[in-house]
């Protein structure tokens, strides 16, 4: 699933291509909204929050999408063949008198008057790669402690047992925009047990949990930020455990494992070192054995 600088940076994209200019195409292949009419509308601007895109238009309304697992957009210059937006996948088709944007794949679509989007949004936690968010950093690490208290931001877990930190990071209720990539980096750069409990950070060494938290949130931030100025984009950033299973930790040799976290339907994988990042955790899934143990 794409995570917050990949949304981040179409959403810079779409505006781009979008803002200050009429749409004279506005095609929504999504039965709730397919005569919503755009074609007109100015677009105003194109903004992102967490993995949510929002399209405002001068007429009031918004055009909200995600990506879910597999979506994208596609920008071409409008009259070329690349612009015709023929495909089956195809299901938003957003054109100017310059640009085309095509949504392949989106997995929402919802048209909203624009002082409306909080009932879409509301929620979310803090926006990971907001302007406000080192402002708004502990009102998301008091979003996550309070649903270690409860066992889980829908009370999936005993509360007794708490919430695994890798799975209060992957919900967007605690802070939007965190996806396996960055929880998986974040947790490993601050050797951070992906299955600890959130009441349970900081220790055995004393640190305090909320502080544990806002370091790991930082990073986060940090990690993906770092990703939308690089030159290759986000997808050429260099990972210190995703993706790396069975392979030397960056760190200190041992090999990097993977294990699920979520609760049945929503299991996502996560990697970590289990020499940096240390304590109990899932059987590993398909691991291998590389580097030193």
């Given at each position: 699933?794409?995570?917050?600088?990949?949304?981040?940076?179409?959403?810079?994209?779409?505006?781009?291509?979008?803002?200050?200019?009429?749409?004279?195409?506005?095609?929504?292949?999504?039965?709730?909204?397919?005569?919503?009419?755009?074609?007109?509308?100015?677009?105003?601007?194109?903004?992102?929050?967490?993995?949510?895109?929002?399209?405002?238009?001068?007429?009031?309304?918004?055009?909200?999408?995600?990506?879910?697992?597999?979506?994208?957009?596609?920008?071409?210059?409008?009259?070329?063949?690349?612009?015709?937006?023929?495909?089956?996948?195809?299901?938003?088709?957003?054109?100017?008198?310059?640009?085309?944007?095509?949504?392949?794949?989106?997995?929402?679509?919802?048209?909203?008057?624009?002082?409306?989007?909080?009932?879409?949004?509301?929620?979310?936690?803090?926006?990971?790669?907001?302007?406000?968010?080192?402002?708004?950093?502990?009102?998301?690490?008091?979003?996550?402690?309070?649903?270690?208290?409860?066992?889980?931001f829908h009370h999936e877990r005993?509360?007794?047992?708490?919430?695994?930190?890798?799975?209060?990071?992957?919900?967007?209720?605690?802070?939007?925009?965190?996806?396996?990539?960055?929880?998986?980096?974040?947790?490993?750069?601050?050797?951070?047990?992906?299955?600890?409990?959130?009441?349970?950070?900081?220790?055995?060494?004393?640190?305090?949990?909320?502080?544990?938290?806002?370091?790991?949130?930082?990073?986060?931030?940090?990690?993906?930020?770092?990703?939308?100025?690089?030159?290759?984009?986000?997808?050429?950033?260099?990972?210190?455990?995703y993706g790396r299973e069975g392979?030397?930790?960056?760190?200190?040799?041992?090999?990097?494992?993977?294990?699920?976290?979520?609760?049945?339907?929503?299991?996502?994988?996560?990697?970590?070192?289990?020499?940096?990042?240390?304590?109990?955790?899932?059987?590993?899934?398909?691991?291998?054995?590389?580097?030193?143990?």
């Amino acid at each position: 699933m794409p995570e917050g600088d990949v949304v981040l940076l179409t959403a810079r994209r779409l505006h781009a291509a979008l803002a200050g200019r009429p749409l004279v195409r506005a095609e929504l292949r999504w039965p709730t909204v397919a005569e919503a009419g755009l074609a007109g509308c100015t677009v105003r601007e194109v903004v992102a929050y967490g993995k949510h895109l929002l399209v405002r238009l001068d007429d009031g309304r918004t055009l909200h999408t995600h990506l879910r697992m597999d979506g994208y957009w596609r920008i071409a210059r409008t009259g070329t063949p690349e612009a015709r937006g023929a495909s089956p996948g195809v299901r938003a088709a957003l054109a100017n008198d310059l640009w085309t944007c095509l949504g392949h794949r989106l997995g929402m679509l919802d048209v909203v008057a624009t002082r409306d989007e909080h009932r879409l949004l509301s929620h979310l936690g803090p926006d990971l790669l907001a302007d406000d968010f080192p402002d708004r950093v502990d009102e998301a690490v008091g979003r996550l402690v309070a649903a270690d208290a409860v066992g889980g931001f829908h009370h999936e877990r005993p509360p007794a047992v708490g919430l695994p930190v890798g799975d209060a990071l992957l919900s967007q209720q605690g802070v939007a925009g965190i996806g396996t990539i960055y929880a998986s980096e974040s947790l490993a750069a601050e050797r951070v047990h992906p299955w600890a409990a959130v009441r349970d950070l900081g220790l055995p060494s004393g640190g305090a949990r909320d502080a544990v938290l806002r370091r790991v949130l930082l990073t986060a931030r940090r990690l993906e930020q770092e990703a939308l100025v690089a030159r290759g984009g986000p997808a050429d950033v260099p990972r210190a455990v995703y993706g790396r299973e069975g392979r030397p930790c960056r760190r200190c040799g041992t090999a990097v494992l993977r294990g699920v976290v979520n609760l049945p339907p929503y299991e996502r994988q996560l990697y970590w070192c289990p020499a940096c990042q240390p304590g109990p955790g899932p059987q590993p899934t398909g691991a291998r054995s590389s580097g030193a143990r």
